[in-house]
């Protein structure tokens, strides 16, 4: 099968009985591997064929992991993206096809770039390379950290988290014009892989492109020891650099969790960060009681017993449709006690815009714990680009030129050890 020419660099693509095979039998729970390549695939009438041998198989797929890899395969094939003027380099991204090779545009960059590094320090790695890179392309975002994200479905059906559920439910306002049932099924339909990246798919996309991305792994702490065992070593098999967690959606208390020495414990001994969502989680945990274990304070006896791992709160601890900025102030003061506290602007840059959120920053954690993150690719979802996240903070008005270097990749750089 041929290659369509604007990828270099990348292996010739397998035969269609080596996709299929991968497709169907790679572990259930990789999810991009073979998926990534299908769009590179030029021939109309290659891609119709693999159609219709993969059509009958995702009728017949009975794992939830499996279908939805085939979802994409066939979603990857019925629409082949192909990005005007791009062109894609395996190791080193995008970039555009008018210079006749992609050294020409290297050096045809300005020298002193206004801003350099940029690091975005959160992002799902959800959309096909071509995209993802054109986008990083155009934003100059030159570095990124990629998140798995281990939730299960099927958490839910157990009694304890059932239970756990349906106590911070009661609370709710929501307990009157919903019913649990309802609820539980929002929850559940929600943690299918939409938001599921696993830990191999973020290693990877690492080991494709190396110098641009740094991979964390992910794991759902409200399982047992074993589990939990079995993913640390994982991501340390891995060399992914740290630990994504979302405390609402795999249902932990970060206070009282008993895996959670083991988790720190192993970030003492690799040198991980860790980085946990904190605010209320999207849809159905917007319901403030539902997202409570990924309130900021609960890290706190972690903090104060491990003070050598570096724990990012995602969001700052502000996000919430209902509540913009519900825990920001929380999130500040465990960080102005702390100083292994850091927080990224991921869906909440928005604070940037806010006079009084500046101060409150200069007088707690200071500048230097502040990390450039969009979350990516969420806001493509509200219309805006990449580039336009990026561009607001070059042009904010509050914060002096050297605040702006430290957020958008200075302090990356130096956690990262970029
Ligand atoms: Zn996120």
Redesign the pocket.
């Known amino acids: 099968m041929q290659q369509q020419d604007i990828y270099i660099g990348f292996p010739p693509l397998p035969d269609k009985q080596a996709i299929v095979e991968a497709l169907l039998n790679d572990p259930p729970e990789v999810r991009w591997r073979m998926v990534r390549r299908l769009f590179q695939i030029r021939d109309i009438g290659d891609r119709e064929e693999l159609i219709q041998i993969l059509q009958p198989h995702l009728k017949a797929a009975d794992n939830w992991r499996l279908r939805y890899r085939l979802h994409l395969g066939l979603q990857a094939l019925h629409r082949p993206l192909n990005i005007h003027d791009y062109r894609l380099v395996k190791g080193k991204g995008a970039s555009r096809l008018s210079n006749s090779e992609y050294m020409e545009e290297e050096s045809s960059l300005p020298l002193n770039p206004p801003f350099f590094p940029i690091v975005d320090f ?1 992002i ?1 790695p959800k959309t096909p390379d071509l995209k993802f890179f054109v986008d990083m392309h155009e934003a100059g975002v030159t570095h990124g950290v990629i ?1 798995a994200t281990d939730t299960d479905p099927e958490d839910v059906e157990r009694p304890d988290v059932r239970e756990q559920i349906k106590t911070a439910f009661d609370r709710s306002h929501s307990s009157v014009r919903m019913s649990f049932d309802s609820l539980l099924r929002h929850i559940q339909k929600s943690l299918y892989s939409p938001t599921h990246v696993t830990n191999q798919d973020v290693a990877d996309w690492v080991k494709d492109y190396p110098d641009i991305l740094t991979g964390f792994g992910s794991v759902d702490l409200c399982k047992d020891r074993t589990y939990v065992r079995q993913k640390l070593d994982e991501i340390e098999r891995l060399k992914l650099k740290g630990l994504k967690f979302l405390p609402h959606s795999q249902f932990f208390n970060p206070a009282e969790n008993e895996n959670m020495p083991m988790v720190f414990e192993y970030c003492e001994q690799t040198s991980a960060i860790i980085l946990s ?1 904190s605010g209320c989680g999207p849809g159905s945990f917007e319901i403030i009681e539902l997202s409570h274990n990924s309130h900021p304070c609960l890290w706190e006896p972690w903090l104060k017993k491990y003070p050598q791992v570096p724990l990012v709160l ?1 969001h700052a601890g502000a996000y919430s449709t209902e509540i913009p900025g519900i825990w920001l102030f929380d999130a500040l003061q465990l960080g102005k006690t702390y100083s292994n506290v850091y927080i990224d602007l ?2 909440v840059d928005w604070l940037l815009d806010r006079e009084m959120v500046i101060q409150e920053i200069r007088k707690t954690i200071g500048f230097d714990r502040v990390l450039f993150a969009t ?1 990516y690719p ?1 806001p493509l979802s509200a219309g805006v680009s990449w580039a336009c996240v990026v561009k607001r903070i070059q042009a904010n008005r509050n914060l002096t030129a050297k605040e702006k270097h430290k957020i958008l990749g200075r302090n990356a750089a130096r956690l990262l050890g970029l």
Do not use: E, K, P
Request: proline share 0%.
């Open positions: 959160h799902h998140l969502h995602a991921a869906a979350d969420l």
